[in-house]
């Protein structure tokens, strides 16, 4: 069974970078799949902020500029999200998913001072 | 970005009556090898969205089949063939033919 585990600080000041991790079990991430980061502020919809492949080809969705850096460990079997210069409207449930068919539980970020 | 609408965005049914959400794109959804990257997902109460439909009619595991889509071009539907209380939640349709990919504004399911 293919689980996926969200981590990272539930609180991040106002400017700095909030970094997360998506620990993934049952499955080999070098064997395949894109995985990614979708986003949702609370009382809102869904929106999808990055995908990395297992070879570590990505797509960033532009509307956030050149705020987000993903990366993916193999030797890990995890993979990262780095987004910069947070602010208020960075607050949301992140969720990581292997694309698009298993999601984690998410983990809410605050962005507060 | 592809917008998808999502219609009607409050949905209250009856228990053991049919239900249906349609979601539009802003442009269509055929990717290169020919398939239509069109998902719908659903996120009850407290819970991380799961993914009911993926290309357009395809079921995934473990999803009653009173649940179905359709659709082409432009135009999808989920339909629910009798609703159940476990379906309460958000329904969100998403393309993941263009990137970004993206979803639709939800639709929320209640029990009249």
């Known amino acids: 069974q293919v689980q996926l585990q969200e981590s990272g600080p539930g609180l991040v000041k106002p400017s700095d970078t909030l970094s997360l991790t998506c620990a993934v079990s049952?499955?080999?991430?070098?064997?395949?799949?894109?995985w990614g980061w979708i986003r949702q502020p609370p009382g809102k919809g869904l929106e999808w902020i990055a995908s990395?492949?297992?070879?570590?080809?990505?797509y960033h969705n532009p509307s956030l500029k050149s705020r987000v850096t993903t990366s993916i460990d193999t030797s890990e079997n995890q993979f990262s999200l780095r987004l910069s210069s947070v602010t208020a409207a960075d607050t949301a449930v992140y969720y990581c998913?292997?694309?698009?068919?298993?999601w984690g539980q998410g983990t809410m970020v605050t962005v507060s001072s | 970005d592809v917008v998808m609408t999502q219609s009607p965005l409050s949905l209250p049914v009856t228990l053991g009556q049919p239900a249906s959400i349609s979601c539009r794109s802003s442009?269509?959804?055929?990717?290169?090898?020919?398939?239509?990257?069109l998902n719908w997902f659903q996120q009850r109460p407290g819970q991380s969205p799961r993914r009911l439909i993926y290309?357009?009619?395809n079921r995934d595991s473990g999803v009653p089949d009173r649940f179905s889509g359709s659709g082409s071009g432009t135009d999808f539907t989920l339909k629910i063939s009798r609703v159940e209380a476990e379906d309460v939640g958000l329904y969100y349709c998403?393309?993941?033919?263009?990137?970004?990919?993206?979803f639709g504004q939800g639709t929320k399911l209640e029990i009249k």
């Open positions: 049952g499955y080999s991430i070098s064997s395949g799949y894109y």
């Open positions: 998913v292997r694309v698009d068919d298993i």
């Open positions: 442009q269509g959804l055929v990717w290169s090898d020919g398939d239509i990257y």
């Open positions: 290309k357009v009619s």
């Open positions: 998403m393309q993941g033919t263009h990137w970004p990919h993206t």
């Open positions: 990395i492949s297992h070879r570590g080809n990505t």
